[in-house]
T-cell receptor
Framework: DAGITQSPRHKVTETGTPVTLRCHQT?????MYWYRQDPGHGLRLIHY???????DKGEVSDGYSVSRSKTEDFLLTLESATSSQTSVYFC????????????FGPGTRLTVL | DQQVKQNSPSLSVQEGRISILNCDYT??????FLWYKKYPAEGPTFLIS?????DKNEDGRFTVFLNKSAKHLSLHIVPSQPGDSAVYFC??????????FGAGTTVTVRA
């Protein structure tokens, strides 16, 4: 299994509070991704990174920001959590450029009350 | 607008029989296709992939078929085993390091 960890694994928070989720990899892969999984939608890309300090938006980026100051860490921040952001969040990594196969972390279940 | 569609949310199959999962896509720029398997409370795990230059790829009990003209791919699992009970996601890439996923199909293998 690819060396990907996510923290925390579970979190309950209140509307309006900031939340930061962490993804850590030990594979030295260049590309990192944040997805959310919701019933009926599969996995939807929030943000991704193609290198240290290089990030870009995915299809559902509103309300989220990311940062990558080191190759191994990719942070996802909800500046002011809303109930619509209750979801399961997955981090993924990819070595690129010869393959688009991504490897996923175990997920973080976030509940916003 | 979802570019990858899995129109069957669930599939029930008897142990030992074939499971066939279907996936349709709309973006003609997609050139790489993948299937992921997901158990509850775990992250998706890569199962099998196929490049658009091929029409079939096989790995043990798993075979993926690609029909580019129909923008359709399918995953065959033969024979189905109880451990195959999971959610299966179809995904596609346009060689831009991003994946578009379908909504998933829940497979239940009956003893």
């Amino acid at each position: 299994d690819a060396g990907i960890t996510q923290s925390p694994r579970h979190k309950v928070t209140e509307t309006g509070t900031p939340v930061t989720l962490r993804c850590h990899q030990t594979e030295n892969h260049r590309y990192m991704y944040w997805y959310r999984q919701d019933p009926g939608h599969g996995l939807r890309l929030i943000h991704y990174s193609y290198g240290v300090k290089d990030t870009d938006k995915g299809e559902v980026s509103d309300g989220y920001s990311v940062s990558r100051s080191k190759t191994e860490d990719f942070l996802l921040t909800l500046e002011s959590a809303t109930s619509s952001q209750t979801s399961v969040y997955f981090c993924a990594i990819s070595s690129g450029p010869s393959t688009d196969t991504q490897y996923f972390g175990p997920g973080t279940r976030l509940t916003v009350l | 607008d979802q570019q990858v569609k899995q129109n069957s949310p669930s599939l029930s199959v008897q142990e030992g029989r074939i499971s066939i999962l279907n996936c349709d896509y709309t973006n003609s720029m997609f050139d790489y296709f993948l299937w992921y398997k997901k158990y509850p409370a775990e992250g998706p795990t890569f199962l099998i992939s196929i490049s658009s230059i091929k029409d079939k790829n096989e790995d043990g009990r798993f075979t993926v078929f690609l029909n580019k003209s129909a923008k359709h791919l399918s995953l065959h699992i033969v024979p189905s085993q109880p451990g195959d009970s999971a959610v299966y996601f179809c995904a596609a890439s346009a060689n831009d390091y991003k994946l578009s996923f379908g909504a998933g199909t829940t497979v239940t293998v009956r003893a």
